[in-house]
T-cell receptor, first 110, second 113 residues
């Protein structure tokens, strides 16, 4: 099993550009989530999904969209990148207890 | 909103000293999890506590969940350089999804040899 995979590992965007962060898991987990991590602020939940076709907002959803068309994939879309979205993004999946995190995407918006 | 507060933000110890980090919530938690993140890495699950007053041990690590299910602690006995990293607590509030963890700010542990 590859677990949770994320691409790309690093990305630099200019303000106003859009992009999609990819996340996939091969463990057949129902629940998937996106977090952003900023220094001193822990991990903050952006969006999460409780199954294919079902998504909901977390603590900091503005500027991000998600969809969950399959159990395996949970992409995160940045609609119009802003410098405030410079962060490390983690995707995670779980069946209901232990969360498995991907390796993260380090995003810089200039 | 529902928050989990974690202290201290930083802890520097000499190898062999003990270390404790604390988490507090203003509202009752359904359960609490603990994660460790090595520098440059991703969070890795350590344990989940579910029951009021629960205490669990993993070698030198002791995890506690308060009687009111509003606070938790992680204690490391006789730290080693391999314990370096950031320790996070993460709570699930009653009635919310398992996909919706609320993380504390984390405690960054430095161990001096």
């Amino acid at each position: 099993n590859a677990g949770v995979t994320q691409t790309p590992k690093f990305q630099v965007l200019k303000t106003g550009q859009s992009m999609t962060l990819q996340c996939a898991q091969d463990m057949n987990h129902e629940y998937m989530s996106w977090y952003r991590q900023d220094p001193g602020m822990g991990l903050r939940l952006i969006h999460y999904s409780v199954g294919a076709g079902i998504t909901d907002q977390g603590e900091v959803p503005n500027g991000y969209n998600v969809s969950r068309s399959t159990t395996e994939d949970f992409p995160l879309r940045l609609l119009s990148a802003a410098p405030s979205q410079t962060s490390v993004y983690f995707c995670a999946s779980t069946t209901g207890s232990e969360q498995y995190f991907g390796p993260g995407t380090r995003l810089t918006v200039t | 909103g529902q928050q989990v507060m974690q202290i201290p933000q930083y802890q520097h110890v000499q190898e062999g000293e003990d270390f404790t980090t604390y988490c507090n919530s203003s509202t009752t938690l359904s359960n609490i999890q603990w994660y460790k993140q090595r520098p440059g890495g991703h969070p890795v699950f350590l344990i989940q506590l579910v029951k009021s007053g629960e205490v669990k041990k993993q070698k030198r690590l002791t995890f506690q969940f308060g009687e009111a299910k509003k606070n938790s602690s992680l204690h490391i006995t006789a730290t080693q350089t391999t314990d370096v990293g950031t320790y996070f607590c993460a709570g699930i509030f009653g009635g919310t999804s398992y996909g919706k963890l609320t993380f504390g700010q984390g405690t960054i542990l430095t161990v001096h040899p």
